[in-house]
């Protein structure tokens, strides 16, 4: 992998932080993996005694930045899990089988749109 890969595999994505404010609202505890470069996930979760590992692309960016990274590919491929790709507080929340209680849904609103 080239210097540029490195680069593209460690930038965090914008909507990551509020990703991981919903998870943590939500009940799980959020390992921020993002600077591990390698082609590693973004996320590690746990909720409710499972773990959880979750890529986060921005929606906000055109579909070819979405896409993922050779390394990322090869690292997802040897994994004997699922690695959840997500955009969205409420996609990462329903990818981990968390319910949206109320008050988390009106903050997601509130905070995140």
Do not use: C
Not at 23 to 48: E, F, H, I, M, P
């Amino acid at each position: 992998m080239g210097i540029i890969d490195m680069r593209r595999a460690a930038r965090k994505d914008r909507n990551q932080n509020a990703i991981a404010d919903a998870l943590t609202k939500a009940g799980a505890a959020v390992t921020d993996l993002s600077k591990a470069g390698g082609g590693v996930t973004d996320l590690l979760v746990s909720y409710r005694r499972r773990w959880f590992v979750l890529e986060v692309k921005n929606p906000d960016v055109p579909a070819s930045d979405r896409e993922l990274t050779p390394a990322q590919v090869e690292w997802h491929a040897k994994q004997m899990a699922p690695v959840h790709v997500v955009m969205t507080p409420h996609a990462a929340l329903l990818a981990i089988g968390a319910e949206l209680p109320e008050k988390l849904d009106e903050w997601v609103r509130n905070n995140i749109g």
